[in-house]
């Protein structure tokens, strides 16, 4: 069966420094991978999502990057963090090759930003 | 434009109860339409979808959800409300403005289900 990691479960930060969230898929190949950020504990507005290693679609323009340097390995970064980062991230995978497919959530990451 | 709309932020309801959760959506041709719901802290969890074939589709923990393509909708059910039910509640449809499988979903604002005991 697929799982899907993320880590780690909460972070605080302070303004200005660098961040790393990783999240890894197993029992699967060639995923589609989505980044998502939910704020306040409602919507949730999709960051990035990728078809392939080195394939980066970014939704919103914003102080963060992705990147996939694995088939499974998806990361979130960014090199300062704002305030208005904080948030909870939440990756997803789903399989390519049926578009009816749904996506399938990690438990995610307590962003918060000091 | 597709979009997903989820027109109560919160339904309370008694355990014991049936329980609705309202979601209607707009897109062009048949729409992939899928219903998540997410614990404190925790991730989305898949319930069911729809994608072809009967108008009732059955899911996980006793919910169901009926497609109606007349009005557009496609209701979270269950017909006896737990109070573990107690979550917040995705309706998602399939994101086809892109050419190719990017799998992409647009959800809606998300429903708090609250049920007393």
């Known amino acids: 069966s697929q799982t899907i990691h993320q880590w780690p479960a909460t972070l605080v930060q302070p303004v200005g420094s660098p961040l790393s969230l990783e999240c890894t898929v197993e029992g699967t190949s060639n995923p589609n991978l989505y980044w998502y950020r939910q704020a306040a504990g409602r919507g949730l507005q999709l960051l990035f999502y990728s078809v392939g290693i080195g394939q980066i679609s970014s939704e919103v323009p914003q102080n963060l990057s992705a990147s996939r340097p694995q088939d499974r390995q998806f990361i979130l970064s960014s090199k300062k963090l704002l305030l208005s980062d904080s948030g909870f991230y939440l990756c997803?995978?789903?399989?390519?090759?049926?578009?009816?497919?749904?996506?399938?959530f990690g438990d995610g990451t307590r962003l918060s930003i000091l | 434009a597709q979009s997903v709309a989820q027109p109560e932020d919160q339904v309370n309801v008694a355990e014991g109860n049936p329980l609705t959760v309202k979601c209607t959506y707009s897109?062009?041709?048949?729409?992939?339409l899928f219903w998540y719901v997410q614990y404190p802290n925790r991730g989305l969890q898949f319930l069911l979808k729809?994608?072809?074939?009967?108008?009732l589709v059955k899911g996980s923990y006793g919910f169901e959800a009926e497609f109606n393509k007349s009005q557009t909708s496609f209701h979270l059910k269950k017909p006896s409300a737990l109070v573990s039910d107690s979550a917040l509640y995705f309706c998602a449809v399939r994101d086809k403005s892109w050419r190719g499988n990017t799998g992409k979903l647009i959800f809606g604002q998300g429903t708090t289900l609250q049920v007393k005991p």
């Open positions: 897109v062009s041709g048949n729409p992939y």
């Open positions: 729809y994608i072809t074939g009967d108008n």
């Open positions: 997803a995978w789903s399989r390519p090759d049926r578009s009816f497919q749904p996506q399938h």
